[in-house]
């Protein structure tokens, strides 16, 4: 199970609220801000989508072709607009030095067969691959944690690609663990797996009750 550290990213608390601008702004952490994102944002979520996407499969063995299949990336523009159109999902986008660094979505369930009462999912997250291991993603997955508790969730789901190792170890750091679960449909015949993330309990409690 995993807690927030109140002290480290006490900030983070503003996203709950989208209270603190007009945009949805969220949280400063030194000098990374993570702000909700709005359609304004499209073209450049989607090309870190893009990047990191091209990073990790090209890591897995997928061929660049196959990766930057022109189909594919329409039907991610098309994903992101409705994600980014979406009142149930909520789109992140870390900045740095006015530069869109990585980017994060999330909300309900995509299957109907998961409890949206008790589970959120985290659809994704990315990182331009030369801002890697700088705390980036860790701040997006902080988002995650309170977007949880600020919805009373004490469970998160997500699906890494199985061969997507980076990503495997990053969110074993953040105490998420295998269901056991794996969907087909990966390129080369490979499979996604399912995580699950466990809210202390003592988090939601202290999400839900913070003063507003």
Not at 52 to 61: D, E, H, L, P, T
Not at 87 to 103: F, W
Not at 130 to 157: C, E
Request: one cysteine or more.
């Amino acid at each position: 199970m995993v807690a927030i550290d109140v002290a480290g990213w006490a900030a983070l608390l503003l996203i709950g609220t989208r209270a603190a601008t007009p945009e949805g702004l969220a949280s400063m952490n030194g000098s990374l801000l993570v702000r909700e994102a709005t359609l304004a944002d499209l073209d450049v979520v989607v090309a870190v989508h893009s990047q990191a996407r091209a990073a990790y499969y090209g890591a897995g063995g997928i061929a660049l072709d196959v990766i930057r299949d022109p189909a594919v990336e329409q039907q991610q523009r098309s994903g992101w607009t409705t994600s980014l159109q979406s009142s149930e999902k909520r789109v992140l986008c870390a900045v740095t030095d006015d530069q869109v660094v990585g980017i994060a979505a999330m909300g309900p369930p995509l299957s109907s067969d998961v409890d949206a009462r008790a589970v959120g999912q985290l659809y994704q997250i990315h990182v331009v691959p030369n801002r890697w291991r700088s705390g980036i993603g860790s701040a997006l997955h902080s988002a995650f944690v309170i977007f949880l508790a600020d919805a009373s969730l004490r469970t998160g789901l997500l699906e890494v690609w199985e061969r997507n190792t980076r990503a495997r170890a990053f969110y074993a750091k953040h105490g998420w663990k295998p269901d056991g679960q794996r969907r087909a449909g990966g390129p080369d015949n490979s499979d996604y797996l399912y995580f699950r993330l466990e809210a202390e309990p003592s988090t939601v409690t202290s999400r839900t009750t913070a003063p507003r």
